[in-house]
């Protein structure tokens, strides 16, 4: 009976196709399509054959393809995911789309067929009495108007495994994922069936993060592609970096149904889950007994599932997981899966706390180190947003602020075209077209006025400085530099009130990074870039190098009012060391070791002043420089003929340098004096 209505299927097809498209079809053609096993990959090749000669029906309009039956009135609305490329298709991937159609009755097959974007299917959906649903990247189409019967879903069922306590099954030796539906009497009365591929090229939207080492979090909503987007992140890390990878696979999407695992995850290893509520065991053993260096996990709902995820993290694996929700906010308000963020208490802070961080008096912070580094919501299946740092993110959610992240694109046609794209945010937008030029000078003039020191710098790069407004405090993002340092830097060049530190780089006016962090992580050019930001790196961080860093941030934000100039063109600013550009000798090196501990362990923390040892004078001329590359004042206390410095906790600017004639320059010009002498 199957093979009789498979042969009606076929002349009804036949004769659409023939008439539309001119392709001939021999009798010898019909009588090896009798044979049930051969119609579905001749129906394919011939749809194949169809689709080669005229291209233009497969990525154009529907209405480019008037003789196949037009389901436009079948049509639901779409789902807003974008349509992916059916070039990418390959044979392998036909073959499983034709153990994917067998799933369903003759009937409801050639329904399906006659579909222009059959290569794209993504689920069928069959709910007893209804009318059976294809589902498209392009939205919803009614495969039959026939309603789905009792022998439909046995048919199906009877093409697939057992289902496992989570109501799932697959199809041996393919990566399809069948769902049940039950009544109450635990009869099926639905399916779900999903197709499953293995799109290559598909994780190069996170190659970078993946081979980077960390850990990483895939947030996205059902059906955006995280499933396919792993399973290839296991075949890259097992084949193409040759790492020891092992998939716990609780419902067999990712290696496929059957024994032996879906090529699709190439040499990784895949442990299969016996039920939903072992998967945290599962993934426990993978360390225990595996040795991985990469472990990959579907699916991560439950709170024993995040704990074990955690402590894999904690075992210095890298952990490659999945969660449900649409950003990491979600994760962030699911009491179960919040440790996978480092978990989340409130804290009850004093009131000058509270007033001093300009905060509310309960306040929500992290617990700890999540168990990511980096987090990637996905979008869509070519569209995802990257936080490079989860702890950062999630402190700034928590803290009310936007989190920093990149979004990125990638072609669908192209899966080697990545796209790195700095999407503002719709309040940067407006913050930056605040800034314009009149309101911004006159502030600055007098903060020039106040720093007072020459724009050297900035006059050479006059066009890439970032204006903003300056009634506020210079707002300075800083990475990999403890903020507390730059602020006692600040406080101790008596700026204290007009530098303030932020982790939100919408807000920021200037980047401070230590060139070891630029190495490691590019993307903070990327960021700085996008924010229209200057970079100031410094080599080491020292306080010396952080004085000179504040230094210049201020002479930028002095000369860009100034000039009035816009930004673009933005660059690194490298501060340079305080190394002498000769070699020095082994009492100057000592002389100099004596300044830096004498500031930055007394003169600064302190408050109080230091007397350094007697010194020759051109020793304690290099001494002072130092001494004044922190901002700081000095005076001789000793002698002419035995000079020796004093560190003042004083700052050194124009206002307050001290008058006396043995102090700074005048002191130079001793010290210069002295050394002619010599
Ligand atoms: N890059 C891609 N190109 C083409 N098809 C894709 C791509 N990514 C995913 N798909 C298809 O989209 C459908 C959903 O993908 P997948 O199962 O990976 O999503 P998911 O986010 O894991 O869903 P769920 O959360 O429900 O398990 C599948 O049919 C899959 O074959």
């Not at 630029?518 to 010396?544: D, E, Y």
Request: glycine share 6%; aromatic share 4%.
């Amino acid at each position: 009976m199957r093979a009789l209505n498979s042969h009606l299927v076929l002349i009804d097809l036949h004769t659409s196709w023939h008439s539309a498209n001119q392709i001939p079809t021999s009798t010898s053609t019909l009588t090896y399509l009798k044979n049930s096993s051969n119609f579905i990959s001749a129906l394919s090749s011939s749809f194949r054959r169809t689709r080669r000669a005229r291209p233009g029906i497969v990525s154009s309009s529907r209405s480019a393809a008037p003789e196949i039956r037009r389901p436009s009135d079948r049509f639901f609305p779409g789902n807003g995911s974008p349509s992916i490329s059916p070039n990418s298709a390959s044979t392998s991937r036909s073959s499983e789309l034709e153990l994917f159609l067998e799933l369903l009755p003759p009937r409801m097959r050639r329904e399906l067929f006659q579909h222009e974007e059959i290569g794209e299917l993504i689920e069928v959906v069959m709910d007893l009495g209804r009318q059976p649903l294809a589902r498209f990247p392009s939205g919803d189409w009614v495969i039959s108007e026939q309603p789905v019967k009792h022998e439909d879903l046995k048919h199906a069922i009877s093409k697939v495994g057992d289902f496992s306590d989570d109501n799932r099954s697959g199809i041996n030796n393919s990566l399809h994922r069948i769902s049940a539906i039950r009544n109450r009497k635990m009869q099926i009365i639905g399916l779900t069936c999903r197709v499953g591929r293995a799109v290559s090229g598909s994780a190069g939207i996170i190659h970078d993060l993946v081979e980077g080492g960390g850990s990483i979090l895939l947030i996205g909503p059902p059906g955006v592609g995280k499933t396919t987007l792993i399973r290839e992140t296991a075949r890259m890390l097992a084949d193409e970096h040759r790492k020891r990878v092992v998939i716990v696979d609780t419902s067999n999407e990712i290696g496929g149904d059957g024994d032996v695992p879906h090529a699709g995850i190439g040499r990784a290893r895949r442990m299969q889950v016996p039920n939903v509520h072992m998967q945290h065991n599962v993934m426990i053993e993978a360390v225990e007994n595996h040795m991985p260096q990469t472990i990959i996990i579907d699916e991560i709902g439950t709170e024993l599932e995040a704990l074990a995820a955690s402590t894999i993290a904690q075992r210095g694996v890298q952990l490659v997981g999945t969660a449900h929700g649409m950003a990491i906010d979600s994760i962030i308000k699911n009491p179960s899966l919040q440790i996978l963020v480092g978990g989340i208490e409130s804290v009850t802070l004093g009131d000058e706390e509270a007033r001093k961080r300009k905060v509310q008096k309960t306040i929500l912070e992290r617990k700890g180190p999540p168990t990511f580094t980096c987090a990637v919501e996905m979008i869509s299946k070519t569209e995802c947003r990257v936080h490079h740092r989860l702890d950062a993110t999630v402190d700034a959610i928590l803290a009310g602020k936007s989190p920093l992240f990149e979004i990125r694109h990638m072609d669908a046609d192209d899966n080697d075209s990545l796209k790195l794209t700095l999407l503002p945010e719709k309040s940067h937008i407006e913050e930056s077209n605040m800034n314009d030029g009149k309101d911004v000078s006159s502030d600055i003039e007098s903060d020039e006025e106040e720093v007072g020191h020459p724009p050297s710098w900035s006059k050479k790069q006059s066009t890439s400085i970032y204006v903003k407004k300056r009634s506020s405090p210079v707002c300075v993002y800083t990475s990999k530099i403890l903020d507390a340092d730059l602020l006692q830097v600040a406080t101790v060049m008596g700026i204290e009130d007009e530098i303030d530190v932020t982790d939100d780089i919408g807000t920021a006016d200037a980047i401070l990074a230590s060139s070891s962090e630029m190495k490691q992580n590019p993307w903070i050019r990327g960021m700085a870039k996008f924010h229209q930001l200057p970079v100031f790196v410094i080599k080491s961080n020292t306080m010396a190098q952080m004085v000179k860093a504040v230094r210049m941030i201020f002479e930028m934000e002095s000369f860009s009012s100034v000039s009035k100039q816009p930004f673009n063109n933005l660059f690194d600013i490298e501060i340079e060391d305080d190394a002498p550009k000769r070699k020095p000798s082994l009492e100057e090196i000592d002389a100099l070791e004596e300044v830096r501990l004498a500031i930055e362990y007394i003169v600064i923390p302190g408050g109080e002043p230091v007397e350094l040892l007697p010194r020759r004078s051109e020793i304690i001329a290099r001494q002072l420089e130092l001494v004044e590359s922190y901002q700081l004042a000095a005076e001789n206390s000793g002698t002419e003929l035995n000079p020796r410095l004093q560190i003042l906790p004083q700052r050194l600017s124009k206002k307050n340098l001290p008058k006396s004639p043995k102090s700074h320059s005048s002191f130079r010009k001793e010290a210069d004096s002295t050394r002619l002498h010599h």
